[in-house]
């Protein structure tokens, strides 16, 4: 157990949806970091927040959102959904800023869109 | 943009032989991280280099980090079927905070 939570584990939604994944970082980590794991593509980074500001962006979607809140907690809102989208994805968090940080990652959430 | 390349891509090995994986950065780095993944789970985190020929062991398991900062290998010595799973690299530069994944080594292991 990483100490991060992801919820919901799965989802099934269908295209043309918005859905919102959350995730609670480990108790004192500053850093949310959201990826996405599809079978062929391997870990995608998404986005990364250090205390409730956007810090780096990676290849995340335009129909992607990501926020961090004052209690650190993060979501990840995907809308417009397309059957590409359906993938895992995981959400990871680290002490601080990132560079060169241990990232512990969540469960994640499995979205399957149809 | 920044690339980190990882092969193979697959890897099928007898219960007991050797299984080595290689990542390689188009950019030089500042570290490198490996994580493992089981089947079903979430990457785990195994270990990270910072220094330019610096190597690390854990168990069964060798890190080496390349002189030019640009590749990185693992290596387990007699595999175990507990070793089952994919096996990532990541690495960071000092340009900015990301870290690019590598798109990992799924390792498999024949009884």
């Known amino acids: 157990d990483s100490g991060v939570t992801q919820t919901p584990k799965h989802l099934i939604t269908a295209t043309g949806q918005r859905v919102t994944l959350r995730c609670s970082p480990r108790?004192?980590?500053?850093?949310v970091y959201w990826y996405q794991q599809s079978l062929d593509q391997g870990l995608q980074f998404l986005i990364q927040?250090?205390?409730?500001?956007?810090?780096a962006k990676g290849n995340i979607l335009e129909r992607f959102s990501a926020q961090q809140f004052p209690d650190l907690h993060s979501e990840l809102n995907l809308s417009s959904l397309e059957l590409g989208d359906s993938a895992l994805y995981f959400c990871?968090?680290?002490?601080?800023?990132?560079?060169?940080?241990?990232?512990?990652f969540g469960p994640g959430t499995r979205l399957l869109v149809l | 943009g920044q690339q980190v390349m990882q092969i193979p891509q697959y890897q099928h090995v007898q219960e007991g032989e050797d299984f080595t994986t290689y990542c390689n950065s188009s950019t030089t780095l500042s570290n490198i991280q490996w994580y493992k993944q089981r089947p079903g789970g979430h990457p785990v985190f195994l270990i990270q280099l910072v220094k330019s020929g610096e190597v690390k062991k854990q168990k069964r398991l060798t890190f080496q980090f390349g002189e030019a900062k640009k590749n990185s290998s693992l290596h387990i010595t007699a595999t175990q079927t507990t070793d089952v799973g994919t096996y990532f690299c990541a690495g960071g530069t000092n340009r900015d905070d990301k870290i690019i994944f590598g798109k990992g080594t799924r390792l498999h292991i024949l009884p």
């Open positions: 108790s004192g980590d500053l850093s």
């Open positions: 990871a968090s680290s002490v601080g800023r990132g560079r060169g940080e241990t990232q512990y």
């Open positions: 927040y250090y205390n409730g500001e956007e810090r």
